[in-house]
């Protein structure tokens, strides 16, 4: 099949998926696609997908089949974690006229080139901002280290994207340099295990030593760290944290439970008192910072009283919202096989008390921010309203009225009041 034309990427799942949709984009343009954003006509579509969960599954055939009923003559590639499954997951999504392994990096250029035909080459290439627009993003997602050397009982991501491996420092300086050159005011640093940054490449300074390369390096756009698993929240991220104004007060420290013997059994490596140790050491030290968490309910053997503990463990923790995930048992994983799954009616319970406790956080934290003045990265204008919206640094949404604003400018905002669940101001 030789097609060439406009190409769209689609994105489900995390920010190290939103890295890769704008790396898949560059290479399309480098192929000779012209490449539009999600939801215009397109020739061929590239459905960038998600494992994590079963609904992630079923989110991911979901869209197969809604994008070939749209586009009935474009051709459909799924890549993403959902494509390193098994033969017969390929095989439920017939619609999926191309499969592509992530762990195959010269796969897609080829594939690319293949279904581009003859197309000339472009001009110029795209640049990780270009990229980063043409997706709807506002901020630059650029991924520093992808795969995983972990080996939490229930995690398929390590089996989809392979051993840790981290981008040389040099070049995500200098990808990070183009990007503020080209107008990126944000960039958000992720990955798949971003707090063992620069461990495969035996740099010692990790993480922490590639933010301080990375503010010495730019000065007018700020940084954001995705996701830290607790223990590798060094004292060097936290003082970067507490000191430099580019970096901004928001952390995500994946917690999944707060019962010391489910996080054994998770084979995750810490217990419930080192979380919130790390977690008080963070909110002491940098004050009003924003902390999340990812919980799994229901685990394989977590019986009422270690959900309870998780529950007090919420409540002790300064975290201010969770994302809340019934367990589901994904092929290929150690707990995928255990035999003592809670109940699904049991799940459901638990995952809303999960939910109801971040309503509260959220609320309450929002709450603290009225009065304040923030500095909100703006994504898009309302239509209908004429009001800003944007990211602050603290990772709230924002409304706010601005007579002058484009989309990825960073905007003081007076925070004037919460509305449902976001905050509400005027451009200062
Ligand atoms: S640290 Fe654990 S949960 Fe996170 S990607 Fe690695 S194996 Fe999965």
């Given at each position: 099949m030789r097609v060439r034309g406009r190409l769209s990427v689609v994105t489900v799942g995390c920010k190290a998926n939103f890295a890769d949709s704008a790396a898949i984009l560059a290479h399309a343009a480098r192929a000779g696609f012209?490449?539009?954003?999600?939801?215009?006509?397109?020739?061929?579509?590239?459905?960038?997908?998600?494992?994590?969960?079963?609904?992630?599954?079923?989110?991911?055939?979901?869209?197969?089949?809604?994008?070939?009923?749209?586009?009935?003559?474009?051709?459909?590639?799924?890549?993403?974690?959902f494509a390193e499954t098994t033969p017969e997951a390929r095989a439920s999504v017939p619609e999926v006229d191309h499969w592509l392994g992530i762990r195959e990096p010269s796969?897609?250029?080829?594939?690319?080139?293949?279904?581009?035909?003859?197309?000339?080459?472009?001009?110029?290439?795209?640049?990780?901002?270009?990229?980063?627009?043409?997706?709807?993003?506002?901020?630059?997602?650029?991924?520093?280290?992808?795969?995983?050397?972990?080996?939490?009982?229930?995690?398929?991501?390590?089996?989809?994207?392979?051993?840790?491996?981290?981008?040389?420092?040099?070049?995500?300086?200098?990808?990070?340099?183009?990007?503020?050159?080209?107008?990126?005011?944000?960039?958000?640093?992720?990955?798949?295990?971003?707090g063992?940054?620069?461990?495969?490449?035996?740099?010692?300074?990790?993480?922490?030593?590639?933010?301080?390369?990375?503010?010495?390096?730019?000065?007018?756009?700020?940084?954001?760290?995705?996701?830290?698993?607790?223990?590798?929240?060094?004292?060097?991220?936290?003082?970067?944290?507490?000191?430099?104004?580019?970096?901004?007060?928001?952390?995500?420290?994946?917690?999944?439970?707060?019962?010391?013997?489910?996080?054994?059994?998770?084979?995750?490596?810490?217990?419930?008192?080192?979380?919130?140790?790390?977690?008080?050491?963070?909110?002491?030290?940098?004050?009003?910072?924003?902390?999340?968490?990812?919980?799994?309910?229901?685990?394989?053997?977590?019986?009422?009283?270690?959900?309870?503990e998780t529950m007090r463990l919420i409540r002790d923790t300064p975290l201010s919202y969770l994302h809340a995930f019934p367990y589901s048992p994904r092929a290929g994983t150690e707990s995928a096989g255990w035999t003592d799954d809670v109940s699904a009616a049991e799940k459901t319970r638990r995952v809303a008390r999960l939910r109801e406790a971040d309503v509260a956080m959220r609320r309450e934290y929002l709450g603290k921010q009225v009065g304040k003045t923030l500095v909100a990265a703006a994504s898009a204008r309302d239509p209908k309203t004429g009001e800003m919206r944007g990211t602050t640094e603290n990772y709230a949404e924002a409304v706010f009225r601005a007579a002058i604003a484009a989309r990825g400018d960073l905007i003081p905002v007076r925070i004037d009041a919460v509305r449902g669940e976001h905050l509400e101001g005027t451009a200062v």
């Open positions: 012209e490449v539009v954003g999600d939801g215009a006509p397109a020739d061929v579509l590239v459905i960038n997908s998600c494992t994590v969960t079963r609904r992630a599954d079923r989110d991911c055939r979901a869209l197969a089949r809604r994008l070939r009923r749209a586009h009935p003559g474009a051709v459909l590639v799924m890549t993403g974690c796969g897609l250029p080829l594939l690319l080139r293949f279904l581009a035909g003859n197309a000339p080459p472009p001009d110029e290439e795209l640049s990780d901002f270009a990229a980063a627009r043409l997706l709807g993003h506002s901020r630059v997602f650029l991924k520093v280290q992808d795969g995983c050397d972990a080996a939490c009982a229930y995690c398929v991501v390590p089996k989809a994207r392979g051993a840790g491996r981290s981008l040389p420092r040099r070049e995500v300086v200098e990808r990070a340099v183009r990007a503020e050159r080209d107008g990126a005011r944000e960039i958000v640093l992720t990955g798949i295990h971003t063992r940054y620069g461990a495969d490449r035996g740099d010692r300074d990790g993480l922490a030593g590639l933010v301080e390369g990375l503010l010495q390096a730019t000065s007018g756009c700020r940084f954001r760290l995705g996701s830290v698993e607790p223990l590798e929240i060094s004292s060097a991220l936290v003082s970067l944290l507490s000191k430099e104004g580019r970096l901004c007060p928001h952390l995500h420290v994946p917690l999944q439970g707060g019962s010391d013997r489910v996080l054994l059994r998770m084979r995750r490596p810490y217990t419930a008192r080192q979380y919130r140790e790390r977690l008080d050491l963070l909110a002491a030290e940098v004050p009003g910072i924003r902390l999340g968490a990812d919980v799994i309910a229901g685990f394989p053997g977590e019986t009422r009283d270690d959900f309870e």
